[in-house]
């Protein structure tokens, strides 16, 4: 499974911004998606998740509310869509498929950096 994600920037605090994570690979074998995040001298922390065929959805408190995940099957893809950004959510941004009960495969990373 590969996986690349797009969609970072620099955006104003209160702005909005939509990462894409397109699939390739042996995608009928990905139970869920998700999107992780890891901020400069931080750990890396989950952000929302996506069941690949039921739609089921989770989200840390953190961006419950403000952040949308939502996947297109036909594109392999999974978007998440970060609506009132504030200046804490500046961080590396990574897509992840989950086989089972591990994310195995990872995405290379895209920046989001909020300004105040």
């Known amino acids: 499974v590969q996986l690349q994600a797009s969609g970072g920037g620099l955006v104003q605090a209160g702005g909005s911004l939509r990462l894409s994570c397109v699939t390739s690979?042996?995608?009928?074998?990905?139970?869920?998606m998700g999107w992780f995040r890891q901020a400069p001298g931080k750990e890396r922390e989950f952000v929302a998740a996506i069941d690949w065929t039921g739609g089921n959805t989770v989200y840390t408190s953190s961006t419950k509310g403000r952040f949308t995940i939502s996947r297109d099957n036909a594109k392999n893809t999974v978007y998440v869509q970060m609506n009132s950004l504030k200046p804490e959510d500046t961080a590396v941004y990574f897509c992840a498929a989950k086989l089972g009960t591990n994310y195995a495969y990872w995405g290379q990373g895209t920046q989001v950096t909020v300004s105040s």
């Open positions: 690979g042996r995608t009928l074998s990905i139970d869920a």
